[in-house]
C-alpha cells in the first residue's frame, strides 16, 4: 500500500498570501488529521475529518481552515499568512477502528517571508 | 486540557547504554498512549501503542513502554541503544472518545555515539 502523500512538498509564500496543501491518505483511509510542527510550539493539532465532516479542531485561529473529499482526500488552506505560520504542516491517516494507527506522511515545509 | 510533558529535551548515550525516556501527561480520564520516532529527514512513524490490558508495551525495534497510571506516566525503555536509535522520540496521547486529536509532548532528541 502507498502511504500518505502530501504536495507539495516545500512552499514558499510572502505574508498575506494564501495557501492550500494537500494531503492523500492511506487507501481505505477515512480519517485525516493535520499538524503543525514548528521548533517552538512543537506537534500541535490543527482539526480532524472523518467521512467530509470535521470532528476535532485545535487552538488555531480561523485562518486556518481545512476540508475533506468524498474520496478522503483532504486539503488545508491557510489565509492571510503571517511570519508565525512558517512551519512543516503534517497529515496523518487513519482508518476507522479506534485502535488504529496514524500514519503520517511526510510533511509540507512552508516558509513564509 | 490535556498536556504532555518530556522530561528530557536532549540525551546522548553511548552504544550499548541503556534509555528510558520519560513521559508524564495531565489528564484525569482514560487515555490512549502513543510513542513515536521521528527519525533524521524521515516521516513520523509509530514505535507503539497503550490502549488497554498489559501496561507493559512491546514495540519496534526492541523498545517497550510501561503505563503507571498512579503516576500518569508512559516512559519509553530500551536495554541497549545503537547508532541507528539516533532521532527525535515525542510521547503523544488522545483522551479517550477524542477521535484522533494527538496530543504530542515537546520531544526528545537523542543522539547515540559509536
Known amino acids: 500500500k502507498a502511504g500518505v502523500t502530501q504536495t507539495p512538498r516545500y512552499l514558499i509564500k510572502t505574508r498575506g498570501q494564501q495557501v492550500t496543501l494537500s494531503c492523500s491518505p492511506i487507501s481505505g483511509h477515512r480519517s485525516v488529521s493535520w499538524y503543525q510542527q514548528t521548533p517552538g510550539q512543537g506537534l500541535q493539532f490543527l482539526f480532524e475529518y472523518f467521512s467530509e465532516t470535521q470532528r476535532n479542531k485545535g487552538n488555531f485561529p480561523g485562518r486556518f481552515s481545512g476540508r475533506q473529499f468524498s474520496n478522503s482526500r483532504s486539503e488545508m488552506n491557510v489565509s492571510t499568512l503571517e511570519l508565525g505560520d512558517s512551519a512543516l504542516y503534517l497529515c496523518?491517516?487513519?482508518?476507522?477502528?479506534?485502535?488504529?494507527?496514524?500514519?503520517f506522511g511526510p510533511g509540507t515545509r512552508l516558509t513564509v517571508l | 486540557a490535556q498536556s504532555v510533558s518530556q522530561h528530557n529535551h536532549h540525551v546522548i548515550l553511548s552504544e550499548a547504554a541503556s534509555l528510558e525516556l520519560g513521559c508524564n501527561y495531565s489528564?484525569?480520564?482514560?487515555?490512549?498512549l502513543f510513542w513515536y520516532v521521528q527519525y533524521p529527514g524521515q516521516h513520523l512513524q509509530l514505535l507503539l501503542k497503550?490502549?488497554?490490558?498489559?501496561?507493559l508495551v512491546k514495540g519496534i525495534k526492541g523498545f517497550e513502554a510501561e503505563f503507571i497510571k498512579s503516576k500518569f506516566s508512559f516512559n519509553l525503555r530500551k536495554p541497549s541503544v545503537q547508532w541507528s536509535d539516533t532521532a527525535e522520540y515525542f510521547c503523544a496521547v488522545i483522551p479517550y472518545n477524542a477521535g484522533n486529536m494527538l496530543t504530542f509532548g515537546g520531544g526528545t532528541r537523542l543522539m547515540v555515539k559509536p
Open positions: 496523518a491517516s487513519r482508518s476507522s477502528g479506534r485502535t488504529d494507527t496514524q500514519y
Open positions: 497503550y490502549f488497554s490490558g498489559d501496561p
Open positions: 489528564y484525569g480520564g482514560t487515555v490512549n
